[in-house]
């Protein structure tokens, strides 16, 4: 069996997607299910590029002991020095970085030729070499790379102390055949290849990402980055939980990696509540439907011998059948027990907190489930704003003009509006609009999911609000989707009404 190291960057690639972006609070909490998950690499952030992300790496560097914590630059010694400075706290520390190896960046983003860019590859990895002993060299746009070329700096690269190096597929452009040969060139013409590990990090804008991972590693690259959900730029990266199941299910390839697969059903659903980002239904290993089965040959069938249609055991991957449904009656105990199941620990204080929210929420509806409860854990995310929705009051029907009232809590000072609109949501964002007298704002995108089913359930909404050229993201859930929408509405305005 040959060791698969996982290297996760759902805090790094994944959360620079637009509306993803995490506290420190939050992403600690991420890396700590991460550390409990198993993965051997955590790439906790971009030091250099702001004062938040230097603050992250540092405060996972010391929350988090057995990943490596890796921190990223560019070939630029200021990043370097920036990633060696936020790597202090880290029991294992590793700096990542590279420059585009491609003719695209070369001569369009850098202007220069291939001799230059090798020289500066060289040169950031001995500078890096110097301040921490793990130094990872990217080849940015490796995918589209010419592979001579790409065999020369990651010979150079090695040469000058780089522990592993990784070829990204940086816009998602191979294909499977490709891209596992251009490991298997790497892996036969750089003589020095077997003194570092060759990574895959891989994009999924045409829906390749995991196809050209596994076969970079069926090539012989040792390292996978991959995000929890697959989350990322554009159309995302590589999942971790596809690349974990995949080699528990194929043991016949001989690969094993560390990651605890009955953790990942936990952690997928803490990612995409802390982040917002839904998971979509049919998603491999971690959609709502991976192991629905509608059609009654297949109920059938699984239920006579579950192998006949799954491949994979629920229970595997954290999902329990049997676990115990949370309503009302339920105590403090069990929603405990819930939360370590989905990855979440908490001090009795912020217990206490989420139980009164818990027991509100079990009196409006009958059974609780695991997006309720992490809903829940979120919620005092809103204990910052400045501007509070105290209170909400709509009328609407079929020949009804819809009127609402709101009454907002700005920084302690109480204003009330009402408003007319062309439904109860539009005449709640117009009162909002009036009581803090600014209509400046546009609604760019708005969607609303029930969590899972029933009149009385939890709807979520993701709005994306427009205001002096930029986007902010809004936020809410709540079993009144009116109430729901309208506090979206106020989470994305708390970004910047200061
Ligand atoms: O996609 C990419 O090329 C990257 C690098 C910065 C590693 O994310
Ligand atoms: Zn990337």
Redesign the pocket.
């Known amino acids: 069996m040959d060791k698969l190291f996982i290297f996760d960057t759902t805090l790094r690639?994944g959360e620079q997607v637009p509306g993803c972006q995490l506290n420190t609070v939050e992403k600690i909490q991420v890396a700590r299910a991460l550390e409990g998950l198993g993965v051997d690499v955590i790439e906790a952030g971009f030091p250099v590029s702001s004062p938040g992300d230097f603050h992250s790496v540092v405060e996972i560097s010391k929350a988090v002991t057995w990943p490596t914590i890796c921190a990223?630059t560019r070939a630029v010694e200021k990043d370097i020095d920036a990633a060696a400075e936020a790597l202090k706290y880290a029991k294992k520390g590793r700096i990542h970085t590279?420059i585009g190896t491609s003719d695209y960046h070369i001569r369009h983003k850098f202007n220069s030729n291939q001799e230059e860019i090798l020289e500066r590859a060289v040169a950031a990895t001995k500078y890096a070499k110097r301040l921490v002993e793990d130094v990872e060299f990217?080849c940015?746009?490796a995918g589209r790379t010419d592979n001579a070329y790409l065999a020369r700096v990651v010979e150079a690269v090695i040469k000058a102390g780089a522990t592993v190096v990784?070829i990204?597929d940086?816009t998602g452009y191979c294909l499977p055949d490709e891209y596992g040969a251009k490991i298997k060139y790497l892996m036969e013409h750089v003589p020095n290849v077997h003194q570092a590990i060759l990574s895959t990090?891989c994009?999924n804008d045409l829906g390749m990402a995991t196809a050209n991972t596994v076969q970079g590693v069926l090539n012989g690259a040792r390292q996978v980055e991959v995000t929890i959900n697959g989350i990322g730029e554009r159309a995302g990266n590589t999942s971790l939980e596809e690349i974990a199941m995949i080699f528990k299910s194929h043991k016949e390839r001989e690969i094993v990696t560390n990651i605890n697969t009955t953790k990942i059903y936990g952690i997928s659903r803490m990612v995409s509540s802390l982040m917002n980002m839904p998971v979509q239904p049919n998603k491999a290993v971690v959609g709502r439907n991976a192991f629905a089965h509608s059609s009654g040959i297949h109920q059938d069938g699984v239920l006579k011998n579950r192998e006949s249609y799954e491949i994979m055991d629920p229970k595997d991957i954290g999902i329990d059948d049997n676990a115990i449904v949370l309503t009302a009656r339920s105590g403090r105990a069990a929603l405990k027990h819930r939360l370590s199941m989905l990855g979440v620990e908490m001090d009795q204080e912020k217990l206490d907190k989420v139980y009164q929210e818990f027991l509100k929420l079990a009196d409006r509806k009958k059974d609780i489930n695991d997006d309720d409860v992490l809903m829940l854990v979120g919620k005092d995310r809103t204990e910052m704003h400045r501007i509070k929705l105290e209170h909400l009051q709509v009328t609407s029907g079929i020949g009804l003009q819809s009127m609402a009232s709101v009454c907002l809590n700005m920084a302690g000072v109480r204003r009330c509006e009402a408003a007319a609109g062309n439904g109860p949501v539009d005449a709640g964002i117009k009162a909002v609009k009036k009581a803090i007298s600014n209509s400046d704002m546009t609604i760019q995108e708005f969607l609303i999911q029930a969590i899972s089913k029933g009149s009385d359930d939890t709807g979520k909404v993701h709005m994306q609000v427009e205001y002096n050229g930029s986007i902010y993201y809004g936020f809410s859930a709540n079993t009144d989707i009116i109430a729901a929408s309208v506090e979206a509405f106020v989470d994305a305005i708390n970004k910047f009404i200061v």
Do not use: A, W
């Open positions: 690639d990223l590279g990217y940015e746009d990784n990204p940086t990090h994009h």
